[in-house]
């Protein structure tokens, strides 16, 4: 595929996702990478909304047919969260290459199916977690992967807020909840750090603190060989803002970033890393501080796509990568779907759980 710099992208959907709107600001402001030829918005409240918010000021309303006839180098998919796969599917079946809003489709059939399509015809497919251009989340990674901390023996992480009910009447959309919602950012963390589990044990509930039924209070339990991680994700915490984090133990140190991301002006956030490597003094707040100077949250991860559709870089994360991990968070969140699911082939988790089950 030849590819103009910027690339020529259309988004597709301004949805009721937190992440529509940001994206397409940033899009906006890497001109160097992206051209925002267009928004597609069919539901009409959502595109009266869109209009007036700065993010898609003077960008042109398209209909899909306009959008696809345009033939862009890549399509940005921000739909509400349960038009996210199907849309994406279209788009990688007409041949272009798709960057999605996280989590997906509740099917795990679905989503493999538009992850054999990216691999099959060959196009580039990005999710947008929003944690993985996070430059301390980076530095931690770079960390590990030097040895600094050792054999990773364990994992935890925090991904919570305080949601009104209108928040919980969303949640009351996905069987998992807020494990499903926003515990998958951390899921996909801990994946990146310890790779998949063997077993793992969700304890999601409902604490009916908004007086709605939805599975908001999120806790999964997972077991490696000889590490065990820990996700929680709350819309019913407060302070659950600031206490959303993770924390790294290997057998040479331990790393610790609290908050993820602190809010600063003008939509950038900064992070802390410590690091302790020195276990003489068993109280010490961390050997080692680094502060990461002011970023934006999307910027990394938006560079990344750019970069990934004009074949300068490879994806770290294939479409068979993203799939696994779209089953772990399904399975985290107690939902049956992803171990009796025939129509996919079963990761080595699931599997395992799937023969044991038959063979007692």
């Known amino acids: 595929m030849t ?59 398209l209909s899909s047919a ?30 272009f290459p798709v960057f999605m809003d996280k989590p997906g489709s509740g099917s795990s059939a679905d989503f493999h199916r538009m992850c054999r399509i990216a691999e099959e015809k060959k196009l580039p497919f990005s999710t947008g977690y929003m944690f993985r251009g996070n430059p301390a989340v980076r530095k931690a990674m770079e960390m590990v992967n030097d040895g600094l901390l050792g054999r990773i023996v364990s994992f935890e992480g925090q991904m919570s807020c305080m949601g009104n009910a209108g928040y919980h009447e969303k949640l009351k959309r996905f069987p998992g909840g807020m494990m499903y919602y926003l515990g998958c950012h951390i899921i996909d963390l801990m994946v990146g750090f310890c790779g998949f589990p063997d077993r793992l044990l969700p304890l999601n509930i409902a604490t009916h603190a908004c007086g709605v039924e939805c599975r908001d209070h999120g806790f999964c339990l997972f077991r490696y060989p000889d590490a065990f991680g820990f996700v929680k994700a709350s819309a019913s915490e407060f302070n659950g803002f600031a206490r959303r984090c993770i924390s790294l133990a290997g057998t040479k140190g331990a790393i610790e970033i609290r908050p993820l991301e602190k809010p600063e002006e003008n939509g950038y956030y ?13 109280y010490a707040e961390g050997s080692k501080s680094i502060t990461f ?26 479409p068979a990568y993203e799939a696994e991990l779209h089953d772990l968070i399904l399975a985290a969140q107690g939902d049956s779907n992803a171990q009796t699911d025939r129509e996919i ?16």
């Open 3 to 61: 590819c103009l710099n910027p690339l020529r992208v259309v988004q597709i959907g301004t949805g009721s996702t937190v992440h529509a709107a940001p994206v397409a600001e940033t899009v906006r402001q890497l001109r160097e990478d992206y051209q925002l030829l267009g928004v597609v918005e069919t539901d009409p409240v959502q595109k009266l909304a869109a209009e007036r918010k700065t993010a898609f000021q003077g960008v042109p309303f």
């Open 66 to 95: 306009e959008a696809f006839a345009l033939r862009p180098d890549a399509f940005l998919v921000e739909t509400d969260e349960l038009r996210l796969v199907p849309t994406a599917i279209r788009v990688l079946e007409e041949g």
């Open 270 to 282: 900064t992070a802390q890393l410590r690091m302790t490597d020195n276990n003489d003094h068993p």
């Open 293 to 318: 100077p002011p970023f934006r949250r999307y910027d990394v991860m938006m560079k990344d796509f750019a970069d990934y559709v004009r074949g300068k870089k490879e994806n770290p994360r294939s």
């Open 345 to 360: 082939s079963f990761s080595f988790f699931q599997k395992k759980m799937h023969e044991e089950s038959r063979n007692p």
